[in-house]
């Protein structure tokens, strides 16, 4: 079946500009997931979705990012005044939970964001 | 702080002889171990983990990994390397304490040669 899809896969943007990225988990799949991948920090969890309960926004790196679940599917990560530092490939996963909290998740392709 | 190292930022190996990328975790409690793959622009894909049970775990594309308790490792393994498993690769941990967070290690370069 089709796995995350994440849009757009690039995207440049401006200092200071605000930006919006879009993940479709696994049709079914409970959980979603925000990571960051950069060069300077590695692999980073940001926030995490699990059903009809409150996020875990412990890995947000400021209150300028934010995220929204609607629906239950489809999730939108936003960055508010983007600074350099925030280049990045986002990185969007979910999981069905089913076997437990432990589940996998899988991975979409990302979205990797310039900032100029 | 729990985290899991790669101490190996590369890992050369030539195609048919074993592989094995390693991994060892400072968790308390019990932990959560997985290993993922990254192609070149490619997010990540999943080959195995451990959650209980037995401590040998074999995963996608012939990977398997090992639990050692006692030595608080987590290697991952394949008898016979392809030119195909080059990528990056990473091992990762989640806690009862942090449950939906996976936190990974900084990951190794695999290098396959003809």
């Known amino acids: 079946g089709a796995g995350v899809s994440q849009s757009p896969s690039n995207k440049v943007t401006e200092k200071g500009k605000d930006v919006e990225l879009r993940c479709d988990p696994i049709?079914?799949?409970?959980?979603l997931y925000w990571y960051r991948q950069s060069l300077g920090q590695g692999l980073e969890f940001l926030i995490y979705f699990q059903g009809n309960s409150a996020p875990d926004k412990s890995g947000l790196p400021s209150d300028r990012f934010s995220a929204e679940r609607t629906g239950g599917s489809v999730s939108t990560l936003t960055i508010q005044r983007t600074q350099q530092e925030d280049s990045a490939v986002y990185l969007c996963?979910?999981?069905?939970?089913?076997?437990?909290?432990?589940?996998?998740?899988?991975f979409g392709p990302g979205t990797r964001l310039t900032v100029l | 702080a729990q985290s899991v190292a790669q101490p190996e930022d590369q890992v050369n190996v030539a195609e048919g002889n074993p592989l094995t990328v390693k991994c060892t975790y400072s968790v308390s409690g019990n932990p959560y171990l997985f290993w993922y793959v990254q192609y070149p622009n490619r997010g990540l894909q999943f080959l195995l983990k451990?959650?209980?049970?037995?401590?040998l775990v074999k995963g996608s594309y012939g990977f398997e990994a090992e639990f050692n308790k006692s030595q608080t490792s987590f290697h991952l393994k394949k008898p016979s390397a392809l030119v195909s498993d080059s990528a990056l690769y990473f091992c990762?941990?989640?806690?009862?304490?942090?449950?939906?967070?996976?936190?990974f290690g900084a990951g190794t370069q695999v290098v396959v040669t003809p």
């Open positions: 990762a941990f989640m806690t009862t304490d942090s449950w939906g967070k996976l936190q």
């Open positions: 049709s079914g799949h409970t959980a």
């Open positions: 451990y959650i209980t049970g037995d401590n």
């Open positions: 996963a979910s999981s069905s939970l089913a076997g437990g909290r432990t589940d996998t998740q899988y």
